[in-house]
């Protein structure tokens, strides 16, 4: 069953009001992404940087509508680098610890392995014949995105630098913000489920103490094999497996790397849905972006499809899965916009149409 939220969090209260967008109401587990639509900055003065966008357009049905991305416009042919921080998140619920440092099955920390995967190295891709770049996926995606004027402007693109690896946020929440629980989607490892309204003012609060982070770089913080719910932490309120906001013009991120194969959030497919969307819905100017069928947001149309909307990458002797993104043909966007007039990365495999009003 695919579900679509869409979530409002109250400024003061930080309380999610969530409405299922689909036949059903959610009745978890059921696995998604959300988003906490922008809040006010923490702040009143204006910040020394902000976050490089550009500001876009299509006219579908006679409507126009305008977006606003990450980077320069692709006519300009310009290099847009973000640097990125990632915050590892170290979660202990009574004796069991969920910590993005400590070394997984691998060999590796699951830190590591996202340091290593396809969001911060580059390999090639090639769709459909043509050979968009040798770059990170996100930038590759967003150039066969915007192949129609990309192809004449090649310098274009929109990377991550670093990342920086940042001291771990530690946290040890009651049973009001997480609790011990199973993986609902297969097997018995642990994992851990995490009151949404509980941490993201945890993640607010990180941003304000590190000086470092500020409004035109990208903090990431990851969990793994943890869960958020909305409501109070069952599994009859799961599974989020990430979301990105913004407090005023600082943009920021949540994914979690669940560490069994094949599992919802598999190893970085929560993290390249997550930054796809943060790069073309970033929310830093009070708003995401709207479109006829509600936010601009990539990734949320594929989640609900096989393997979650992923696809196996491998590098450096891991195999990744990286989630399928559609193009702006799927919102509208005349079909000369994308690489081959495509509506999705992959050459849209789940046979995706025009999006609706309903989603």
């Known amino acids: 069953m695919k579900v679509r939220i869409s979530c409002k969090l109250a400024a003061i209260a930080l309380a999610v009001v969530c409405a299922a967008v689909a036949q059903d109401q959610i009745a978890g587990p059921v696995p998604r992404f959300v988003t906490l639509p922008p809040k006010a900055s923490v702040g009143t003065a204006q910040p020394l940087v902000t976050l490089p966008t550009w500001t876009g357009s299509f006219t579908y049905l006679g409507t126009k509508y305008t977006y606003y991305m990450v ?8 290099s847009t680098t973000v640097p990125a921080f990632i915050i590892p998140v ?3 619920i009574g004796s069991h610890t969920f910590d993005p440092n400590t070394t997984n099955d691998a060999g590796e920390s699951v830190v590591q392995q996202t340091v290593e995967s396809p969001i911060f190295q580059n390999q090639t891709y090639t769709l459909g014949g043509t050979n968009v770049g040798t770059t990170q996926y996100e930038d590759a995606y967003q150039r066969a995105n915007f192949w129609g004027t990309v192809k004449s402007h090649t310098g274009y693109h929109v990377l991550l630098s670093g990342p920086t690896i940042l001291p771990a946020l530690t946290l040890s929440p009651g049973s009001n913000g997480a609790v011990l629980s199973r993986n609902p989607f297969g097997g018995s490892v642990p994992t851990a489920l995490v009151n949404i309204t509980w941490i993201d003012p945890k993640f607010g609060a990180y941003i304000t103490a590190h000086t470092q982070i500020m409004p035109d770089t990208i903090p990431i913080f990851v969990t793994v094999n943890t869960y958020l719910t909305q409501g109070p932490p069952n599994l ?3 599974c989020i497996g990430g979301y990105h906001s913004a407090n005023g013009p600082q943009s920021y991120s949540h994914s979690t790397f669940i560490t069994i194969p094949g599992d919802f959030s598999q190893d970085v497919s929560a993290l390249s849905h997550e930054l796809g969307e943060w790069m073309d819905d970033p929310g830093v100017k009070g708003t995401f972006n709207r479109v006829r069928c509600g936010s601009l947001e990539n990734g949320d149309p594929e989640e ?3 393997n979650f909307g992923a696809f196996p990458y491998t590098l450096g002797g891991f195999t990744y899965n990286l989630q399928d993104l559609v193009f702006l043909e799927y919102f509208g966007a005349p079909t000369t916009t994308s ?6 990365f992959h050459d849209n495999p789940f046979g995706l149409r025009v999006c609706s009003n309903g989603g």
Not at 71 to 78: D, Q, S, W
Not at 339 to 344: E, N, S
Request: charged share 5%; aromatic share 8%; hydrophobic share 25%.
């Open 71 to 78: 980077g320069t416009a692709p006519n300009t042919g310009t």
């Open 90 to 92: 170290k979660i202990t």
């Open 236 to 238: 009859n309120n799961c």
């Open 304 to 306: 609900g499809f096989t």
């Open 339 to 344: 690489v081959h007039g495509w509506m999705t």
